[in-house]
């Protein structure tokens, strides 16, 4: 776990946070940080990194408000496509590429339990959910991106058996049970052609597999950038052969070299951690940027105007699809 990196910058800001600090256990931030990590989301701290990225990279994560259930003034009262979603023959095969600003949802490790906010994709758990729950997403005409983790071990998934104590190596602080995998296994590329597979079975029209950036955190592995690059040449040959389309998770240090590949980026905690413009090359090819910021706000109320400020204010023109979530990625929401 990581606390919030405040820059010297920022150190003449002592009173960071109104509230208590809380530990926030999602993905992993990019670029050599351990995965996962606790945040205090600092207001003052927060408010100057979106005033830098501002100025700087004219970047913009708002696009109206939000009322409590995530909905944003502009959302339609029923599910609709954005204009811009297309289906993308590749070499591989036909497959499904939505459009930057695409409004979503992400609910993880946990079933579906609402078919809200009106959004137009969402992201679910592969394990979790099952084929009636995409099929009802479907006749509600929203797009599924089914979730896997692609580069770790997980001691609880229903395909653990499949792995070999040779595919997995250091243990994710601060998360028993998870480790990473060596991603040139071929048992381990063998695992996971068959969570392609079953995500194609069930109707997922693409696949958000996470943890691929074990390269710039300690895995036990000599992996490196290319053996990233490789894994995902790897998956993405895979999903679209079985049509479909597939996305980069954080990993800002690969960006550059997937815009071409793969058909979105899901990235979490970059107005926090100022690497918002890693992602940006994703919005100049027309395809979306999935963010979520995580909040500490207490209970189901709504978020305040000062954190929605905060994240959400930069600018209305960078097409960031941007979520304010809870750490357990339940079904809460707010939507910039």
């Known amino acids: 776990m990581l606390k919030l990196p405040w820059s010297s910058s920022n150190a003449g800001n002592e009173n960071k946070d109104e509230n208590p600090s ?27 990194v979106a005033a830098a990225l501002g100025l700087g990279l004219g970047l913009g994560l708002g696009r109206g408000g939000s009322d409590g259930d995530g909905r944003s003034d502009s959302d339609s009262p029923s599910f609709v496509q954005p ?21 979503w949802q992400i609910v993880l490790q946990q079933p579906l339990h609402s078919f809200t906010p009106n959004v137009s994709i969402f992201d679910i758990d592969l394990f979790e959910n099952n084929a009636s729950i995409i099929t009802q997403l ?12 692609a580069g770790s071990y997980e001691s609880f998934r229903p395909d653990t058996k499949d792995f070999n104590p040779l595919d997995y190596g250091n243990e994710l602080k601060g998360w028993p049970g998870e480790k990473w995998l060596d991603l040139r296994s071929p048992n381990v590329r063998a695992i996971m052609k068959k969570r392609l597979k079953l995500a194609a079975e069930l109707g997922c029209d693409g ?31 895979e999903a679209h ?35 918002c413009a890693l992602f940006r090359p994703f919005i100049d090819e027309g395809k979306p ?30 097409g960031f699809s ?9 079904d809460w929401v707010e939507a910039c």
């Open 22 to 48: 809380e530990e926030l256990p999602h993905r992993r931030a990019c670029c050599g940080r351990t995965r996962r990590f606790w945040l205090i989301l600092g207001m003052s701290a927060v408010l100057s």
């Open 83 to 103: 204009s811009g979603n297309s289906t993308t023959q590749g070499v591989n095969g036909t497959f499904w590429q939505p459009s930057a600003g695409a409004s």
């Open 138 to 149: 479907h006749a509600m005409n929203a797009k599924v991106i089914c979730y896997f983790s």
């Open 207 to 237: 696949v958000d597999p996470d943890n691929v950036d074990g390269f710039v955190n300690d895995s036990g592995f000599p992996l490196t950038r290319q053996t990233a690059l490789d894994f995902l040449n790897f998956l993405a040959a």
């Open 241 to 275: 052969a079985l049509k479909l389309a597939i996305g980069l998770k954080n990993a800002g240090d690969i960006v550059k070299d997937t815009t071409s590949l793969l058909q979105w980026v899901v990235n979490e905690q970059c107005v926090a951690f100022g690497e």
């Open 289 to 318: 940027v999935f963010h979520i910021e995580y909040i500490s706000e207490k209970g189901n109320s709504d978020v305040s105007t000062r954190t929605r400020s905060e994240i959400c204010g930069v600018s209305d023109e960078a």
């Open 322 to 330: 941007t979520l304010m979530k809870k750490a357990d990625l339940g």
